[in-house]
């Protein structure tokens, strides 16, 4: 779809790493990018975010183009959105909304789209309340009470019905999969979360480290999710490997609490590897990022280690690195061009035994 670009900068020292990220988000989306715009602003106009005369602008350029949608680099407020559809006179995507929408397109299990539909709605909702709550101020005024009214009521009444049917049947969904974690963890295999920025190229990781042992039972866990297998790791036997979703920047709330029990499945496992695109300018701000999510999950105290990615594109050698207590703190490796696998399985492995050891001890108290 032909798209019209439009990030806003507002002084922040990393405006154009936001603003390639958003570029990559877009085309994400599938994103046929015909032309951008950015508005420099101090701070965002109540109304439209950027400018009058900016606004003026992009229209002319949106038209030029012949861009069909505006994709808008920040969060809009609902007010701000109608007044930018209505000026340009075509449907304008917010950045919650567009990553919201690659959820969608990316979600595969039947979980994970319950789970997107339920933050779309949600997304909605909060739209439809507010118009709702400006119109009925003038309620009770003369010709106030017509269709577009009953349309309205009509409208939030069907998505809180449907928010309340996914909200159910996630619920049942959810405890199915409580049920498999269980039997899961009462077998004493080590389980691994790979966690990370999006991008950073866990699922490559996760492919590098799976399919080197392809031979491995898949058939065992075919009732999870796509995104787990176990493999066999020298020294560590059996481990539960899971790809997990990428975080990233501004992820929207609504999508966090929706995916707060997939989330949690990462709060689950014995260990974390969190990985990071170390070829990246701005890895210690994903890395912040990505922290402040696992915090938000309550795993921040799993132990975890960093697996800095992408070497290759980086120039660093792979290697093993400890903290001052002697503890694996940060690998380094290339799950493109294989490097550094053998050091990560043998963290794994050294990692895992300490992790592993603590989550025996407590399934012993229990039994
Ligand atoms: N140069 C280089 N590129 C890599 C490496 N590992 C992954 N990539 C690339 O980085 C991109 C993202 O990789 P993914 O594995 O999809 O990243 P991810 O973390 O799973 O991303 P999300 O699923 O979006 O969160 C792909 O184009 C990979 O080919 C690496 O070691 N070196
Ligand atoms: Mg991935």
Known sequence: MKTLIISVDLGEPDYQAHADEFVMLAKGAGAEIVASIVARRARPDAAHFIGSGKLEEAILVADEAGAEIVLFDQPLTPAQQRNLE????????????????????RAKSHEGKLQVELAQLQHLSTRLTRMWSHLERQRGGIGMRGPGEAQLEMDRRMIGDKVRLLRERLARVQ??????RRSRSRSSTLSVSLVGYTNAGKSTLFNALTRADAYAADQLFATLDTTTRRVWIEGAGQVVVSDTVGFIRDLPPTLIAAFRATLEETVQADLLLHVVDASSPQRDEQIAEVNKVLADIGADDIPHI??????????????????????????????????????????IVESGQIAGNNAFTIENVQS
Do not use: M
């Open 86 to 105: 209505r000026g340009f006179e075509r449907r304008v995507v917010d950045r919650v909304a567009l990553i919201l929408d690659i959820f969608a397109l």
């Open 306 to 347: 960093l697996v800095y990615n992408k070497i290759d594109a980086a120039g660093y050698e792979p290697r093993v690195e400890r903290n001052e207590h002697g503890t694996i703190a940060r690998v380094f490796v290339s799950a493109l061009g294989r490097l550094g696998l053998d050091g990560l399985r043998g963290a």
């Open 175 to 180: 405890r199915q999969r409580t049920t498999q």
